[in-house]
């Protein structure tokens, strides 16, 4: 199993570019959720899926679309980058949302806007 | 209001030694679960241990335990026999059950960085 994987690892973008950070699972989790990572503010949600074709925004959505067509993958999508977006991403999925259902991440990626 | 409360931003431990790294969480529902990632400088999330809220016994593993305190509201996570490999950022995570917004419900505190001095 690989688990949770992202791509890219790394990523330069400049203010107005839009891009697509991918994230997929292979371990046929339902539940599969964007956190945006910045010092001093922990980990914030940004958007989850509870199952194809099911998503909800979390706490920070704006400037950010999500889609989940399959089990496997969900995407990220950032429409018109700004430098407030230099973060670094993390995907994470879990098997449900019980109590007992841990959330297993991908590596990341960092990404910066200029 | 916080929910997960870590007030250690930063440890220091003398490599081979114990370390405790706190964790308070505030919830009304008696059903949860309590989770600890690890955070290395490499950046990645490394699940460490899981205590649930109606387990009889504090949780274990390996090196790793928690030491799970409900009527305090407390789930510190102990470290034995520190390694120089267990500098990292540590958070404490908790999901809370008999939530209709599932996707919503696991809450992450602020971490404590360890450093393991050798």
């Known amino acids: 199993n690989a688990g949770v994987t992202q791509t890219p690892k790394f990523q330069v973008l400049k203010t107005g570019q839009s891009m697509t950070l991918q994230c997929a699972q292979d371990?046929?989790?339902?539940?599969m959720s964007w956190y945006r990572q910045d010092p001093g503010m922990g980990l914030r949600l940004i958007h989850y899926s509870v199952g194809a074709g099911i998503t909800d925004q979390g706490e920070v959505p704006n400037g950010y679309n999500v889609s989940r067509s399959t089990t496997e993958d969900f995407p990220l999508r950032l429409l018109s980058a700004a430098p407030s977006q230099t973060s670094v991403y993390f995907c994470a999925s879990s098997y449900g949302g019980r109590v007992t259902d841990t959330q297993y991440f991908g590596p990341g990626t960092r990404l910066t806007v200029l | 209001a916080q929910k997960i409360t870590q007030t250690q931003p930063g440890m220091f431990v003398q490599e081979k030694e114990a370390v405790t790294l706190d964790c308070t969480y505030d919830t009304s529902d008696p059903s949860y679960g309590l989770f600890w990632y690890k955070q290395p400088s490499s950046g990645e999330m490394i699940f460490l241990i899981y205590q649930g809220s109606y387990d009889q016994q504090n949780a274990t593993e390996g090196r790793y335990s928690l030491n799970f305190q409900k009527a305090r509201k407390s789930a510190n996570l102990v470290i034995s026999a520190s390694q120089l490999g267990d500098s990292a950022m540590y958070f404490c995570a908790m999901r809370e059950g008999g939530s209709y917004n599932y996707g919503q419900n696991f809450v992450f505190g602020p971490g404590t960085r360890l450093s393991v001095l050798p």
């Open positions: 371990m046929n989790h339902e539940y």
